[in-house]
């Protein structure tokens, strides 16, 4: 039997009947169409489902929903407002950060945990925050190079300032 | 995608209403507080529990107190975020903060528990497998089954207690506060474990640990290794949690060192810590303690990496792990 | 048709778009959460199905009964192996799969049968409900074992006990060589099998659309996450009996591939015909433990070299003989035998080469094309001979690759043709810019007991797509259609499929660069088998080459087109005529300009409907024509420099591997960002290969199918990546441009062994090269023991025709170089 609760999801208040059994992973891709949220495992083993909980990052295939009723809850669709993407949404694809785009939410959520608390982190720093998240097609390089330009961008640097580095050398 | 069993969700908001729950809804009941370890072994099937009793809104899980005078006592329910990065806990006993927060990721240290950290159920890799692949291999003596794959021939289940916290609080010497309708006792934490990989834990039934006591930290120092393949997500293959006393000559006046992920409990090797005492930390000394403590370490195939290596890496950690003392 | 390139005259900095670093086209989809993969695609009534796989690594079926499951409310159709009796696979010459095992099972996880039902919380329960009666046999888990058991046979396809495949080639006068070469060494290595493991797992979703006016039924569609729409198509027709013109396939955005979504899958066939039989959508979505089961990854491989050289190190001689573990099934097994013998004379200079190659069958997931496809394995082997023979003769191992260093615009001895290669830059650059000689002058200085440091190095070659299709055919490897809109529009269909690699933006940069528009104009039809023409699929890293071509074709009749109007119009000869910033304008004086839209409809009104359509077809003298030569030529080869820098711990044999510098020659990179994007990940994952992943197994199933205990590489653990590109334009490839996907992989691995040995005089002949085995060998070095690696129980004779072939005089070098090399590079 499914029952209703309340779900707080990127800043608007949703019912939905769910059943209890089903991960927050699955209510917001199957009851609530937010397919944004991707996984890779299920088991908490990739980090690809991460979503924040008032800001913080958590597995979204290890949440039951009965218990985040009071929380704030931030998937990747809520991360633009208006349209206006993030400066880490942005950065990360004007530098190369996405290949295939499946880590790419939940790394995302994350970095924007990383920025908000360390808004201008070490690349130490950035490998630790970003631990929890597997990518297989980066090597992660962009991905700091990304999280680099997003802290300089949300920092008051003037966003045309933030090139790709791939030098050119000519003989 | 591998989805949780069907359960009943009991979400009580006070202590003694939990274990009311936990006696009601009797065998069938789990408690579950941050879920990391418990969902995924439901999505295998090691459990299905019928019942959850969820602990996430029990705030009186949830404190922190204390002082270098008075020792503290942390809620069960405190996750391993909150403990990894505590000032007084760093300050204090940094080994704890160091095994929480090695514990898998960040975004599964902000969920997860100490309380859940040190009940973790123990592993083998013929055991944290799908339903399909231990039914594939007829089960295990742990579940479902009857015999050890590990150890064929043995009577006993040789499941590894795989938990970085529990070897440390084991090594600071904590107490464990558990309660239930029948009342309240306080354990050393010691005392919670069994070298039993089927039973590894002394706890009833009915009782909820509610609360970690440490006590002061009084001049010990601590320091905890883990040994593991990647820099996260995974679990120790060995441990070492040593925490010493010295005297005011340099000597070490009292020592503790506790094995992690060797055997289905944690391991304190007295004798090799035994050894210390009165003894300055020069490597000749902390060679041969860390020999003898490493002869407590019989590790099985049942983890990550062979036995021979993992019994060679023994006593070069706990060197190194006594060494960082000196 | 390649007037744009660096022959004309043009360096990089002439063109608009093309030399750019751009974000993909599909960034902002991705980043944003708005792209579809399979298993977000949720369609009105559909079902959620599952297959049961096989509990036993090999046994015959004795009966299966699903009735039980049938009967379970929620349930709506159940599948066995009789309703698909049609086999398929990849290559027409191993069909040796069903979509459910009829007779036999032949490894843990091998699909028996198939059910559909209205709840994805019902699917295991469905499963348990099917009874399946087995009769066990024994199962072969290894190469040894599959040899020394002939009378356990595995596959049918095996004429002899359980060998797939043996292959055997001779080229030049190879006993002469040895006999006159000063030094011979032999060595055996191991390259243990592992799995792509993207993040995103197998899934689709089937729907069939009955039509009774139809007399086929109805159609079908069918969107999976795979790299090969095109292959997948026609198997499903085949297994289906539904005719190609009523299925369509499509790729949505696909997380992930890395060689592991080449194949037709069980999966994709049963949800099909879960949908016909329902008439309903049906979506299966594979767990990771199936992906690890699905697997087609890469062979564990015993390889046995013995090389002849002079005193100088000149190679006179190579024996190369491989021993590849293929799992119960064909797949692209004998492709990837062909591969690990096919490119070891693309990379130096070898006059005479001997390859003898063996695959056999085990009871194991069928093993197939990972990145590197069968290359990655011998390259190893290769380049840690070379740097053993390198010691052996007391000769820098920089120099001894220097001195061998094939040239470009070469034949090989085994018929390929070498084109662009700028492996001396490579090399030169790579060896700069990681300070080796520096390094290795003062060797021992940056150590700091117990951690001692080492540096290695490694050169490879990748192809740039294969030169034949998977099956016969005189077609096109790759079509691309444009369609110019009276409104300024620009259309591009191609079939080729994006996996991360960047395809998609590809064909946008070349259409945008060639019709003067900005790329973000372009709307991307791709992966679409009804929809867009045939492009073979993404392997072989064959897309940039082929569908870069293709598309290069198609834009150029729209330009010629809309330039004989423009001309017209604004009274310029056509020659003088330059499309870029949206307008076509006179070069001589760029005010003269006509917009692109108005071009557009004056060539709509001149010449009907703009729409063109390009195709590439490799050439056809770039292969031997000898049976076997079709696997490993190439329209052209890319060539990669890999120096690693390590740091052992001689206490626990704990390799930490601190930097990569990667070397990448690529022609031209056509977005510099994609392309040092695909040589970081490549560069990952030959890390991860190289320490950490194993595909493994005990008592008869796989020992560790997750991503807990199969380990992938994290932020922690990877190292940092130094991208150096190289470019010299090849003459054939789009601007110039190679491949940037498979290459770069490969020298990582032999490049982190060969640090090992500098850092602690210890060589691991087995990848991955993990703490265990550092310990072992020290102790073994300190024994004075050798490496331990046992010899593969092999037949004798080996058990098929040798073929002996050479090839013509005519085929010379000159040795030239075709435009300016540019060099490229990135700091991580």
Known sequence: MRELITLHVNGERHEVAVLLHHTLLEVLREDMGLIGTKHGCELGECGACTVLLDGVPVLS???????????EITTIEGLEEHGKLHPLQETFAELGAAQCGYCTPGILLSGVALLQTHPHPTREQMKDFLAGNLCRCTGYTKIYAAVDAAAQRMAGGDPANVHPQVEVAHE | MLRLPPFRYLAPRRLDDAAHMLVQEGEQAMLVAGGTDLYPNMKRRQFTPPVLIGLQAVAALKSISGSPEEGMRLGAGVTLATLANHPLLMQLYPALATAAGSVSTPQLRNAGTIGGNLLLDTRCNYYNQTEFWRHSIGYCMKKDG???????GSPRCWAISSADTAPVLVSLDAQA??????????VPVRALFRDDGMHPYTKAADEILTEIILPPAAGWRSVYLKLRRRGSFDFPILGVAVALRTAENGTVADARIVLGAVASHPVEATDAARLLIGQQLVPEVIAEVATVAARRAKPLDNADLTINYRKQITPVFIRRALASFA | MNKLQAESGKTVQAYNVIGTPRPKVDAYAKVTGRALYADDIHLP??????????????????????RRAAELPGVLAVLTGADLPQKFGILP???????????????????????????PDILDEACKLIDVEYEVLPALMSIDEALAHPEVKINDEARIGNIHKAVSYEFGEIDAAFAAADYIREDWFYYEGNNHAPLETHACVAQWEPNPSDPVGGKLTLWSSTQTPHYVHR??????????????????????????KSDPFSHEICACELSRRTGRPVKITCTREEVFLIHRGRHPVKMWIKTGVRRDGTLLAMHFRSFLDGGAYGSYGLASTYYTGALQTVTY????????????????????????????????????????????????????????????NTRTVNGLRVTSCALDECLAQAIERSGWNAFQARKNATDAPPLRRGMGIAASSYICGAGKPIYWNNLPHSAVQIRLDRGGGVTVYCGATDIGQGSTSVLAAIAAEVLGIQPERIHLETADTTLTPVDLGSYSSRVTFMAGNAALAAAHKLQQQLFAVVAEHLHVPAERLHAANDGIYDEDDPGIMLPFAQAVQLAEARFGALVAAGSYTPPEDIHGDYKGAGVGPSPAYSYSVCVAQVAVDEETGEITVEKLWLAHDVGLALNPLLVAGQVEGGAYMGYGEAVMEQQVFRKGRHKIPSLLDYKLATTIDTPEIETILIEIPDREGPFGGKEAGQGP??????AIANAVYNAIGVRIDEVPITPDKVLKALKTLSQGKGTGLQPTHSPSPWPTRLITWQPEEDLVADGQRTGPVSVRGGES
Request: aromatic letters at 4%; one cysteine or more.
């Open chain 1, 61 to 71: 295939c290890l949440t039951l929903p009965v218990e985040v009723q009071e929380n």
């Open chain 2, 146 to 152: 009857d015999v050890c794959l590990v150890a064929p």
């Open chain 2, 177 to 186: 506060r558990l309660l239930s309708v029948r009342g309240e006792r306080i």
């Open chain 3, 45 to 66: 009534r559909m079902l959620y199905g599952k297959l049961l796989r096989s509990p036993h690594a090999h046994a015959r079926i004795l009966s299966i009964d699903t």
């Open chain 3, 93 to 119: 010459s191993s069909q040796d799969e069903h979509a459910l095992a009829i007779d036999k099972v032949r490894y843990v996880g091998d699909p028996v049968a198939a059910v559909a039902a209205l709840d």
């Open chain 3, 235 to 260: 198997e499903l027709s085949k297994v289906l009996g539904v005719p190609q013109s009523h299925i369509r396939v499509i790729a949505p955005h696909v997380g992930g591939g890395f060689g592991g």
């Open chain 3, 349 to 408: 200079k070898l006059p005479c080469y001997k390859f003898e190659g063996m695959r056999l069958f085990t009871n194991k997931p069928p093993c197939g094309p990972k990145r590197g496809h069968g290359t990655t394995q011998p390259r190893y082997a290769l380049e840690v001979h070379l740097d053993k023979l390198a010691h052996d003769l007391n000769i820098d191992p920089v120099e001894l690759r220097r001195h061998n260093l094939i040239e470009p």
């Open chain 3, 745 to 750: 992989l490969n020298p990582v691995i032999p």
